[in-house]
């Protein structure tokens, strides 16, 4: 891991939920690890709204000037956002808002993004009609990049469909996260995979002789309930 990871991808790939998960994971291994949420152009599933979880597992949580009143979502990012970007001891990862639009908040801080220090990983949901196909995908990467100056070093497969996410289709997401992969010259770094699955997603990784299948166990934190309950429940 470098020590800033920028996290970008389309809407609803789930560029949120790995992202608090990878601040959480990073936790466990450094000392001082922050989440930048640059997400000021989706009002909905921001790693801000998980403030109390990541503060409970030891990382902090840097959002917009405002915070969670009325003038939340103007685009305001405040100047705090920069400490763990200037100071070396922070491992950052920045949950970057979704599409080429999203990702140009990035070019407020290009001078932290510029050196050896920082990744840029797109989260591919295959699932998602803007990234199902591999052109498709391509398109939205070459945009982000366009956008922003800076180059995509890797793939995550976060391909799913809530909770009736199916091995298959995880599967289905590593073939054109592999197949992206070698047309950009860049590693498709994980397979995300919520860990009730982990068992059956490692049997059939070995059942297929799938060795380059990294498996990335994630919670689902960003998850709302009201989202499982069932249709007149």
Known sequence: MKRITLIVGHYGSGKTEFSVNLAIDLRKKYRKVAILDLDIANPYFRSRERKRVLEENGVDIHFNSYGHDITEDLPAIS??????????????????GGNDSGARILNQFEKYFKGNDCDMFCV???????????????????????ETGLRVTGLINNTHLLRETEVSDILDGYRLCKTLSQILDVPLVWNVCVKEMVLELGEEKDRRGLDDLIIYPIELY??????DAKVGS
């Open 79 to 96: 100047a705090t956002i920069k400490a763990p970007l200037e100071n070396r001891s922070y491992m950052t990862v920045a949950d970057v």
């Open 124 to 146: 591919i949901n295959a699932n998602r009609p803007e990234t199902s196909t591999v052109e498709s995908a391509k398109r939205h990467i070459r945009m982000i990049e366009e």
């Open 222 to 227: 960003m998850r709302p309930e009201w989202l």
